[in-house]
């Protein structure tokens, strides 16, 4: 396995990809280009174990998946849980994930949280509770709150990070007030490191939260080579302190994501073994 997994958040929007527009195929097309991926889906509601069985057959050995939290699980959902209690809420969670761990095709879980998650004592104690109910599962964590990462808490976040075991999920988002956070380029797990590109779109990221394109006009952005460049060297000084990293493209309002991973990844200079096979496209001169 390469030192650097570069991939996309999902796999159904990524049209330049795609031979075969049939959305069961896509995710086979999706790892013949790259060895990662985002699951989405598990955010917005706990996939049954079925779907996670599928998506191991679909995918080569070595493929990985990063499962996003569950909303119920980070906060985000603003209603009652669909469950009795928490703890049967991560139970359930974490049984759909038994496929994954089963292949040892689960790189991680992440837990995103969101911008109303400050750096509380009640907030620090809940990441505590749910790395313990975790267990052996490797988890991430991504803030979207600018207080965990202010002078005063600095690096208290950090240290906290690496005693209880959570991987840094380090971002690129537009630095856009309180939230948003900056690029904090500190590893905290040995093993592994998670970086998601959001994209800089300073308007977008501001946009309230309501309408239907909101997201749209969020994640709309395209990276400049020199941009990408500026991560190659970000890059050479994170693999110094962590074993693998897995780098995620988010920025596909406008299909940009995979054009920018296949940028990345050709920078780096990098040639992924164990993909799955391209499906030929009508014409043979076509990529």
């Keep these: 396995m390469s030192t650097i997994q570069i991939g996309l958040t999902g796999w159904g929007d990524h049209d330049s990809l795609y031979v075969n527009s049939n959305t069961k195929s896509k995710l086979q097309e999706y790892s013949a280009h790259f060895p990662t991926v985002e699951i989405d889906s598990s955010f917005y509601a706990i ?46 969670y974490l049984k759909s994930l038994e496929p994954l761990k089963a292949s040892n095709k689960l790189a991680m879980v992440l837990f995103q949280f969101p911008p109303w998650f400050t750096c509380t004592k009640e907030n620090v104690t809940y990441l505590k509770w749910c790395r313990e109910i975790m267990g052996d599962t490797e988890v991430a964590l991504e803030f979207r709150n600018r207080s965990w990462f202010s002078p005063t808490y600095y690096e208290k976040t950090l240290r906290f990070m690496e005693s209880e075991g959570w991987i840094h999920s380090i971002v690129d988002e537009p630095q856009a007030g309180e939230r948003s956070i900056p690029t904090v380029l500190q590893p905290t ?49 994170i693999k110094s302190r962590t074993e693998t990293v897995y780098m995620l493209f988010n920025n596909n309002s406008g299909g940009d994501a995979a054009d920018n991973a296949k940028m990345m990844i050709s920078l780096l200079g990098i040639q992924y073994s164990g993909l799955a096979e391209k499906q030929l496209s009508l014409f043979s001169d076509e990529d």
């Design 47 to 92: 996939q049954p174990e079925r779907n996670m069985e599928k998506w191991v057959r679909d995918t080569p050995e070595t493929f990985q998946f990063i499962a996003k939290a569950y909303q119920g699980m980070t906060g985000h959902l603003r209603e009652e849980i669909p469950f009795d209690n928490k703890i049967d809420m991560f139970n359930a």
């Design 189 to 237: 797990n040995p093993h592994k490191t998670l970086i998601r590109l959001h994209g800089r779109n300073v308007y977008g990221w501001n946009k309230p939260a309501n309408g239907d394109n909101w997201r749209d006009v969020r994640y709309l952005y395209r990276y400049n080579e020199q941009e990408l460049q500026e991560w190659q060297e970000h890059l050479s000084k």
